[in-house]
């Protein structure tokens, strides 16, 4: 049996310029971290000539083609393997909340996949193929943050280039700034979860349009990088994640919506400095940043929703827990 754990990520800056139809004009940027919230993956032998996936169904089929799950079935096909596999899925938190989760469990079926056959291959390869389940074969009008950060782990900051190359460039922080991060943010459910392809769709269709504003949010993420490297200047940051959410929220395309508006704002009069919808928008998490000694008064104010601790994770993809096994034929 083999065992892969992927982080969930947190975008702080830049969403929406790893869409092609921004970053194929001019470079696009996002500033990602990846948090201790994962997707497990276990793939092990199965005896019956059959393949069992497992997830919020369980599929038992002959042919790898009649898999409704459309990214366990292109990962087995890409890394050639097919019957006879058990293959589970089991996240921390569930789609559509924001987070990347769908691309996290791509990244990590391919990581268990390749375990499984004894290779390793490296974060940019499982990053790259992971892209092109979700965007070239499956058709998601989604960008290409998610599989970085989920492959890569840890705090970055990530470009996309006009060439449709990737450069993942970590950012150079003290631990002390880390910490006094993860003490600062909050993440509360507004309990609406979404489906984000819509949304992207409609935003890669209105990119033009929108071009201008797209570019101060992929500058915003150089710009959030500066405050947290070095020294790490926390007030800084805040500062400027507020005006990222404001300049995305002025996109329009669903991304916040009044419920959301109405907490962003009672959060602010209670003490937040900044915070932004997490993911493409219309529902999930709304992540907020401000001093550890306001986040009462804030949980208050927003009715004491559902809370997920934040913490970041500074290890990417990888395999947790190997046993010795068979392949069956």
């Given at each position: 049996?083999?065992?892969?754990?992927?982080?969930?990520?947190?975008?702080?800056?830049?969403?929406?310029?790893?869409?092609?139809?921004?970053?194929?004009?001019?470079?696009?940027?996002?500033?990602?971290?990846?948090?201790?919230?994962?997707?497990?993956?276990?793939?092990?032998?199965?005896?019956?000539?059959?393949?069992?996936?497992?997830?919020?169904?369980?599929?038992?089929?002959?042919?790898?083609?009649?898999?409704?799950?459309?990214?366990?079935?292109?990962?087995?096909?890409?890394?050639?393997?097919?019957?006879?596999?058990e293959i589970t899925t089991v996240g921390d938190?569930?789609?559509?909340?924001?987070?990347?989760?769908?691309?996290?469990?791509?990244?990590?079926?391919?990581?268990?996949?390749?375990?499984?056959?004894?290779?390793?291959?490296?974060?940019?390869?499982?990053?790259?193929?992971?892209?092109?389940?979700?965007?070239?074969?499956?058709?998601?009008?989604?960008?290409?943050?998610?599989?970085?950060?989920?492959?890569?782990?840890?705090?970055?900051?990530?470009?996309?280039?006009?060439?449709?190359?990737?450069?993942?460039?970590?950012?150079?922080?003290?631990?002390?700034?880390?910490?006094?991060?993860?003490?600062?943010?909050?993440?509360?459910?507004?309990?609406?979860?979404?489906?984000?392809?819509?949304?992207?769709?409609?935003?890669?269709?209105?990119?033009?349009?929108?071009?201008?504003?797209?570019?101060?949010?992929?500058?915003?993420?150089?710009?959030?990088?500066?405050?947290?490297?070095?020294?790490?200047?926390?007030?800084?940051?805040?500062?400027?994640?507020?005006?990222g959410w404001e300049l995305k929220r002025s996109?329009?395309?669903?991304?916040?919506?009044?419920?959301?508006?109405?907490?962003?704002?009672?959060a602010r009069k209670a003490g937040a400095q900044?915070?932004?919808?997490?993911?493409?928008?219309?529902?999930?998490?709304?992540?907020?940043?401000?001093?550890?000694?306001?986040?009462?008064?804030?949980?208050?104010?927003?009715?004491?929703?559902?809370?997920?601790?934040?913490?970041?994770?500074?290890?990417?993809?990888?395999?947790?827990?190997?046993?010795?096994?068979?392949?069956?034929?």
């Amino acid at each position: 049996m083999i065992i892969s754990q992927t982080p969930y990520r947190v975008s702080f800056a830049g969403g929406g310029t790893d869409l092609p139809a921004f970053y194929r004009e001019e470079y696009g940027a996002v500033l990602s971290v990846a948090i201790s919230k994962h997707m497990y993956v276990t793939v092990s032998p199965r005896f019956e000539p059959t393949t069992r996936v497992a997830y919020t169904k369980t599929e038992i089929c002959e042919k790898i083609d009649d898999l409704d799950h459309t990214i366990v079935r292109e990962a087995l096909r890409m890394t050639d393997l097919g019957r006879h596999l058990e293959i589970t899925t089991v996240g921390d938190v569930p789609g559509g909340t924001g987070m990347g989760s769908s691309s996290s469990l791509t990244v990590g079926v391919l990581n268990a996949l390749y375990g499984y056959r004894g290779e390793i291959v490296s974060h940019k390869r499982l990053a790259e193929e992971a892209c092109r389940i979700e965007i070239d074969l499956l058709g998601k009008p989604i960008g290409r943050q998610d599989q970085y950060a989920a492959a890569f782990g840890g705090l970055n900051y990530i470009r996309f280039n006009p060439d449709d190359s990737v450069d993942v460039e970590p950012v150079p922080y003290r631990s002390e700034t880390l910490q006094e991060l993860e003490r600062r943010v909050l993440l509360m459910y507004t309990a609406q979860q979404r489906n984000a392809d819509d949304i992207l769709k409609r935003q890669s269709d209105g990119t033009k349009d929108k071009f201008s504003v797209l570019r101060q949010m992929r500058d915003l993420a150089g710009e959030m990088r500066m405050t947290l490297a070095g020294g790490g200047d926390l007030e800084g940051f805040a500062n400027l994640l507020h005006e990222g959410w404001e300049l995305k929220r002025s996109l329009g395309f669903g991304i916040s919506g009044q419920m959301v508006d109405q907490w962003y704002e009672a959060a602010r009069k209670a003490g937040a400095q900044g915070g932004k919808l997490l993911g493409a928008g219309g529902g999930g998490f709304l992540m907020l940043v401000a001093p550890p000694e306001r986040h009462e008064a804030i949980r208050e104010a927003l009715g004491r929703p559902r809370e997920l601790r934040f913490g970041i994770d500074r290890l990417p993809s990888r395999i947790i827990f190997i046993s010795e096994h068979q392949t069956l034929d």
